[in-house]
């Protein structure tokens, strides 16, 4: 996914949850429309998940090879020291990818939650008629 598409999937994500959120609950019939752009959200932010945790994969790999490239042609006795300090940098780009991969999944598990419960909830008031309680 290019980096546009990225954005245009973060884009749209947020603005379905946006939507959802300016619905009330208790109105007839909101909670249905709520799950239905949730669920819309949590699809997209599916990708952008997946997205995160294969840049951050991609990272991982990159400082993993070029640790190992920079301590075989260091010279003896440097190695370890020399291929530390070549992947400096890295460690940092894959601790800011690990970072929006852990935000990717922890958002979509909430909204996941969010959806659970707002079916159960909509189960529950086509049982009893569509009375609330509380």
Excluded at 26 to 34: L, S
Excluded at 59 to 70: E, V
């Amino acid at each position: 996914m290019t980096h546009e598409e990225l954005d245009w999937h973060i884009e749209q994500s947020n603005k379905l949850r946006d939507q959802a959120r300016a619905y009330d609950e208790d109105a007839p019939g909101a909670m249905v429309e709520i799950v239905r752009l949730l669920t819309a959200a949590y699809d997209l932010m599916g990708r952008i998940s997946a997205q995160m945790d294969g840049d951050y994969e991609k990272l991982y790999t990159l400082r993993q090879n070029t640790f190992t490239l920079a301590k075989s042609q260091a010279k003896k006795g440097d190695r370890i020291l020399t291929a530390e300090l070549a992947v400096m940098e890295l460690r940092n780009l894959e601790a800011d990818a690990y970072e929006q991969k852990m935000f990717w999944r922890n958002e979509r598990e909430s909204v996941k939650e969010k959806i659970y419960e707002l079916r159960m909830r909509v189960r529950i008031d086509m049982q009893t008629g569509g009375v609330t309680h509380g």
